[in-house]
């Protein structure tokens, strides 16, 4: 039997017994924890959770094949969900972001063929083994910053072929590495161009091909569509994500992020697991969000990279909205998948507080990718997904010092990294 024994941690961060599956607006302040305490791991799973001074009660303790770890002065944390990510891409973009700094806008790169169709085209020369190398390679880095679970959008190939190449990767992906993925087809990411005066074509080449086949292959999880002035409008939105639906896909849909142009609406009219980005929302979305299924998510480090507003966090969460927080990894608008980093974003430019910023980047963004069930809590009978960290003097070291990793050790799926 394979037994490891945590002992001496500092504080386990949400230790929560019967843990909720969101959190709104004035309980996302706090979670249940417990200081020196220890953790039991047995067959994968989180075997048992307590105080050292109960330990000794512990049969599991004292079992002859014990492995145990010393967490002495040490945080230990339920493993992030990053729950909207891009992370199957062929280059990053580096001369796009030199543009930026000269003054062009993200509408103006991707006018000038820029932007999303840039990262296709270099997409469409690539292969799957490529492709595959280089995501798996941002995949390790992600984990190393303590993501344990995350979501994979596809959205860079804009054809058939193409799209179903970044799926596939995804599945090999799913099937190679112990975080746990959720797949997401996004071809409504751009009109492509040899669409670009009929793009009706390119919706109907959405609707009729790409989801029957996706949905056949098994291929995704989710449909996303980037409902934004000059993307998609609300219409050919609700008409795409209508179909993904009957083929069993839900979706989740990039709204309000450069214009107020109603994608909100459209994400819970349609009961989208989450609306996200959400930049540009005011108080009309924000009564429209309460009491929605779909998670408000907010990608902070999207706003950092391309220096544009930030969305309203502080107000939806005190108007008792449930947020969740994720990083938007992709070579155009944030090329990095950082969560540590994310967290830090939502204190400093969000100004959530450590707790808020905890819950949102667990329990609430492991709603927006169904992953509650294994994620976003350290709880009893749940496969352990955690990280511990280096020795800090609270919990809220880990926001506060920005740009450092905490992390120190990984376990995920029961298993060390
Ligand atoms: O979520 N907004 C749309 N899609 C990405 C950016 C894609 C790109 O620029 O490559 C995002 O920010
Ligand atoms: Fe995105």
Do not use: W
């Amino acid at each position: 039997m394979n037994i490891l024994l945590i002992k001496n941690i500092k504080e386990i961060i949400k230790a929560e017994t019967c843990p909720s599956l969101r959190l709104y607006g004035k309980d996302m302040s706090s979670f249940q924890s417990i200081k020196d305490a220890y953790l039991i791991i047995k067959n994968e799973k989180v075997a048992e959770i307590g105080k050292m001074s109960d330990i000794q009660i512990s049969k599991l303790a004292n079992a002859p094949d014990i492995k145990e770890f010393n967490a002495e002065g040490r945080f230990l944390f339920p493993s992030f969900c990053d729950s909207h990510t891009h992370l199957v891409y062929a280059e990053s973009r580096e001369s796009e972001f030199v543009d930026k700094i000269k003054g062009l806008t993200y509408e103006e790169i991707a006018k000038k063929g820029g932007g999303i169709l840039n990262s296709a085209s270099k997409v469409n020369k690539a292969s799957e083994e490529y492709l595959y190398d280089k995501a798996f390679e941002r995949l390790e880095e992600v984990k190393s910053y303590g993501t344990g679970a995350i979501e994979i959008k596809s959205g860079y190939g804009l054809s058939v072929n193409d799209e179903l190449k970044i799926l596939r990767v995804i599945k090999k992906l799913k099937e190679n590495t112990d975080i746990r993925i959720k797949a997401t087809f996004l071809g409504a990411h751009a009109i492509p161009l040899d669409y670009k005066d009929r793009r009706n074509d390119y919706v109907n080449l959405i609707i009729n091909r790409m989801i029957p086949q996706i949905s056949a292959e098994g291929l995704a999880d989710y449909c996303d569509v980037f409902c934004e002035e000059g993307f998609f409008s609300n219409e050919e939105t609700e008409k795409i994500i209508n179909v993904a639906v009957k083929y069993g896909l839900k979706s989740k849909i990039h709204a309000n992020q450069l214009y107020n142009s109603g994608g909100v609406q459209i994400a819970v009219k349609n009961n989208s697991l989450s609306a996200d980005h959400l930049e540009t929302i005011g108080d009309e979305e924000i009564d429209v969000l309460k009491d929605a299924f779909t998670m408000p998510t907010l990608l902070p480090s999207s706003s950092f990279f391309l220096n544009m507003h930030y969305a309203p966090a502080r107000k939806m969460i005190d108007r008792g909205l449930s947020i969740a927080l994720a990083s938007d990894y992709n070579p155009g608008s944030s090329p990095s998948g950082n969560m540590q980093f994310v967290c830090s974003l939502g204190c400093i430019k969000l100004r959530m507080t450590p707790e808020e910023v905890i819950n949102a980047t667990t329990t609430n963004a492991a709603y927006a990718m169904e992953v509650s069930k294994t994620h976003g809590s350290i709880t009893v009978g749940k496969p352990a997904n955690l990280f511990i960290t280096k020795k800090m003097s609270s919990y809220s070291f880990l926001p506060y010092s920005f740009g450092s990793n905490v992390i120190e050790y990984i376990i995920l799926n029961g298993k060390s990294q």
